[in-house]
């Protein structure tokens, strides 16, 4: 028996879903039950804060808005003291490096996905979320905390995986 692979999505990755065609390829995998797909509080926070001038027309938001609950079929994890203490250590793991440290939300979806052993995130963030030094914190602290770490694709290269 086939299991389905556990998946989040992040926030930037949602414009994608403008095209028809994407969105019913999600909704295959959901039926052919290839994925499952997560949300995330933090992330339907986001995507209601879209500000107006990114809005295509008035009904962008509320469009990406049901493409989200469409595909995520009420799975909605919420921010929990255990989501911030593990974005807290990555916080703590990436200062050691030197490096940049990603924003607050990034850490906190990276957090529920190890904590809810999501088996892929998927995000376009390679500005931040995905920069290698993170990355390397995410997986360092994850074995710390004895979390499996998800593997991280691009929008196009789960959009394949999702094909095959």
Known sequence: MHVPLRILLDTNIFDQLLEPLTLEKLRNGIAQQK?????????????????????QDASFRQYVLRAYDTITENREYSLNPKIEAVAKQYILEIQQSQSKIPEWNDLLIVACASLHQLDILVSN???????????????AVNEKLELPTPIFYTFREFEAKVES
Do not use: C, V
């Open 35 to 55: 994925i499952i797909i997560y949300g995330f509080k933090i992330i339907r926070k986001e995507i209601r804060a879209i500000p107006k001038q990114y809005q």
């Open 125 to 139: 963030d390679s500005k931040t979320m995905l920069l290698p030094t993170a990355m390397q914190s995410y997986r």
